[in-house]
């Protein structure tokens, strides 16, 4: 069983940052593409940004050049830098692992930008 603990949310003002970091426990001894996802009140779960074994990223186009996914020292840790923040950024961010098909997700943490 994988758990995935993220930490790293709060308030903050617009153009202001924040990291984000996820960290997971559970018998998996290589690293897996994770991701981050994020969900705003009465909207769809949507993908923010992600990252695979090797390296390569992804992100959502409201998110490019904002926003950066990196793997931590620590097998199947992610942290998600997000700079120059906006009111439209406030979510609720999950952090995902893709286990050869399967997905984990954590419980999330709340992200609030005030305007």
């Known amino acids: 069983q994988v758990q995935l603990v993220e930490s790293g949310g709060g308030l903050v003002q617009a153009g202001g940052s924040l990291r984000l970091s996820c960290a997971s426990s559970g018998s998996i001894f290589s690293d897996n593409a994770m991701g981050w996802y994020r969900q705003a009140p009465g909207k769809q779960r949507e993908l923010v940004a992600t990252?695979?074994?090797?390296?390569?990223?992804s992100y959502a186009d409201s998110v490019k050049g904002r926003f950066t996914i990196a793997r931590g020292n620590v097998k199947n840790t992610v942290s998600l830098k997000m700079n120059s923040l906006k009111p439209e950024d406030t979510a609720v961010y999950y952090c995902?692992?893709?286990?050869?098909?399967?997905?984990?997700w954590g419980k999330g943490t709340l992200v609030t930008v005030s305007s």
């Open positions: 995902n692992l893709d286990y050869y098909g399967i997905d984990y």
């Open positions: 990252i695979t074994s090797g390296g390569r990223t």
